[in-house]
T-cell receptor
């Protein structure tokens, strides 16, 4: 099993640019989660999907953030426009309900 | 709402020794899952061990074991025969068993294994 796959692993961009993070969950898992990790706030849940449908997006910081899951094997998290305070490590995780969440390697985002 | 507390920001242990990381939680649920995740310098979040609240037997995974005290709402992680590769941040986490899938994480304990 390849595990959860995220791309890119590192992203450096300038303020105001659009950033798209990608995630491929483990095959057969029906839940997908997006987290953000910073030193100040720790690990925060941004949004999660069940069977491709967004269930809870209350953790999405503001309208600049959006997430989609067009099919069971792919999800994106988009930030438009990006700001320096968005710099963080973004994790995608998946699980088979009810169960353990398995994390991807993360995307380290730096917004200059 | 559930809360997870890890009261030890940093700990250190000599290689081959045993160390215990503490975690307490607060919930009104009777059934739930508890987890310990490890995050080494590579930043990958790795599941270490999982405990289901309805199981009285403490979970074990090789050198890792837990002491689950349901009445006290305590869930400590014991690492035996510590190895240099155990150096990492360790996060305690709580999840309700069905329905809402949100996991509540503690703030983490940084463990340093000293050669």
């Amino acid at each position: 099993d390849a595990g959860v796959i995220q791309s890119p692993r590192h992203e450096v961009t300038e303020m105001g640019q659009e950033v798209t993070l990608r995630c491929k969950p483990i095959s057969g898992h029906d839940y997908l989660f997006w987290y953000r990790q910073t030193m100040m706030r720790g690990l925060e849940l941004l949004i999660y999907f069940n069977n491709n449908v967004p269930i809870d997006d209350s953790g999405m910081p503001e309208d600049r953030f959006s997430a989609k899951m067009p099919n069971a094997s792919f999800s994106t998290l988009k930030i438009q426009p990006s700001e320096p305070r968005d710099s963080a490590v973004y994790f995608c995780a998946s699980s088979f309900s009810p169960g353990t969440q398995y994390f991807g390697p993360g995307t380290r985002l730096l917004v200059l | 709402a559930q809360t997870v507390t890890q009261s030890q920001p940093e700990m250190s242990v000599q290689e081959a020794e045993t160390v215990t990381l503490s975690c307490t939680y607060d919930t009104s649920e009777s059934n739930y899952y508890l987890f310990w995740y490890k995050q080494p310098p590579s930043r990958q979040m790795i599941l270490v061990i999982r405990q289901e609240a309805y199981k009285q037997q403490n979970a074990t995974e090789n050198r890792f074991s837990v002491n689950f005290q349901k009445a006290a709402k305590s869930f400590s992680l014991k690492i035996s025969d510590s190895q240099l590769g155990d150096t990492a941040m360790y996060f305690c986490a709580f999840m309700k068993p069905r329905g809402y899938q949100k996991v509540t994480f503690g703030i983490g304990t940084k463990l340093q294994v000293i050669p």
